[in-house]
């Protein structure tokens, strides 16, 4: 087996080098089916192609590298790792990214030994949800969630992900191609944890027992334009001050009720000139919380208070609901085989909750999922600044090696599919 810690500064180094697939220059923004893309499916190829590793890119843009199993008789199924490869704008070089490179990793301390299943690296062509404001279109396709009014919705410049797709030289009628079939045995996702929990309890290694459930919405707040200077404050109809009013009220009440968080996260007013009352304001909403019906019921109670607020103003309000995922338990049997590699190499298993949301909650509708948490120095995420420790890669590395040798001699994980 390899040496976990210099596959750790290989990985470190690798992240770096697709940190400099971006949209722009001087920062990392890589959004879905952007150029930088193609480069990033390129490098990771590359670096599996000696492994004896095949690749291909689904028709939403996914990349997929298959790691043949042992030559056993009869048809063998597959185990998936991985995660996102797009960003957000500004980003870090380890969200997402690193469990891809960490799934290329595992494949290298393999060292040319095959197990009894395949392995299937994906790096998913969306998570973040950034260029057309609805997450995971990368992990939808592998469940068959990509619908015709998702794949209609289109990005500020009124390109529809179909549209995106075709562009990209991708053919949008091979969608449903994209689906894991039955021969998936489980998923499991590698990922900075991307909050301070790690850190304070002094732990490299977190096992995620399950992901918060999450809503996101769309308000539009509507009043009237008119002068700033000519229009007493009596008598105006302000959509972008009705929207502060209502935000305040989002903030309060997740203040007051335990583990809820809410975000009103962009704002967007019209016509957006200095001296014009606000006619329109467009702002956005994220609920999230482990339990779904005190989530549902503060989404519900925001529902009212805008309403309220704009019926008082004299205004009108409309809402959009963009997602609405409930929490997601990770497999029971594969959380316990991750606790157990966690101890193998070396570290006090912690069980945790994700507040953020994650390829594994969309996995998990049709295959057994788990996901391990790296470290976050300073719970720093989604801004340069973002890090990890090398020590707590290679201890992943070890955990995640520990996994699949547990996965392969355990006689609870079947090795074979159960359809020819």
Excluded at 85 to 98: E, F, I, K, Q, S
Excluded at 223 to 234: D, R, V
Excluded at 326 to 335: G, Q, S
Aim: aromatic letters at 4%.
């Amino acid at each position: 087996m390899h040496d976990s810690e210099a596959l750790a500064h290989e990985v470190i180094a690798r992240c770096q080098t697709l940190a400099r697939f971006s949209e722009d220059s001087g920062s990392i923004r890589r959004t879905f089916l952007s150029p930088p893309m193609r480069d990033c499916h390129r490098e990771i190829a590359g670096w599996l192609a000696p492994l004896g590793a095949t690749s291909r890119v689904d028709a939403v843009g996914n990349l997929r590298i298959v790691y043949p199993a042992a030559e056993v008789e009869g048809p063998v199924s597959r185990l998936l790792i991985g995660s996102h490869l797009d960003t957000v704008p500004n980003a870090g070089p380890y969200d997402g990214v690193l469990g891809v490179v960490l799934a290329v990793a595992l494949l290298s301390a393999c060292n040319g030994r095959k197990l009894p299943f395949a392995i299937e690296v994906i790096g998913f062509s969306e998570e973040e949800g950034i260029r057309f404001g609805t997450p995971f279109i990368g992990s939808r396709a592998l469940i068959g969630r990509l619908d015709e009014e998702l794949l209609n919705r289109e990005d500020a410049q009124g390109i529809s992900i179909r549209q995106a797709i075709e562009k990209f030289g991708l053919n949008s009628a091979d969608i449903a191609h994209a689906a894991v079939q039955n021969d998936a045995l489980g998923y499991v996702e590698f990922h900075i944890e991307q909050g301070p929990v790690l850190e304070s309890v002094g732990r490299p290694l977190g096992v995620v027992e399950a992901i918060a459930g999450q809503s996101r919405l769309e308000f539009t707040f509507e009043g009237h334009a008119n002068h700033a200077g000519t229009t007493p404050m009596k008598l105006r109809h302000d959509a972008l001050a009705a929207a502060a009013e209502w935000i305040s009220a989002v903030e309060r009440r997740a203040q007051d009720t335990p583990g809820l968080v809410g975000t009103v996260g962009a704002i967007q007013a019209k016509p957006g000139a200095v001296n014009v009352i606000a006619a329109e304001t467009l702002v956005s909403l994220d609920v999230r919380h482990q339990n779904d019906e005190t989530r549902n019921t503060a989404v519900s109670y925001f529902i009212r208070q805008a309403d309220d607020i704009s019926r008082r103003r004299a205004l009108r309000v409309r809402s959009n609901v963009l997602m609405d995922q409930r929490a997601v338990p990770m497999d029971p049997f594969l959380v316990s085989q991750v606790e157990q590699a966690v101890a193998s190499a070396g570290c006090v298993p912690y069980r945790m909750m994700s507040g953020a949301g994650h390829d594994a909650m969309i996995l998990a509708e049709k295959v057994r999922s788990a996901m391990i948490f790296l470290r976050t120095p300073g719970g720093i995420s989604h801004d340069p600044s973002e890090s990890v420790e090398v020590g707590d890669v290679a201890k992943a590395i070890e955990c995640g090696s520990c996994l699949l040798e547990q996965l392969a001699s355990s006689t609870e994980f079947p090795r074979k599919t159960q359809h020819a």
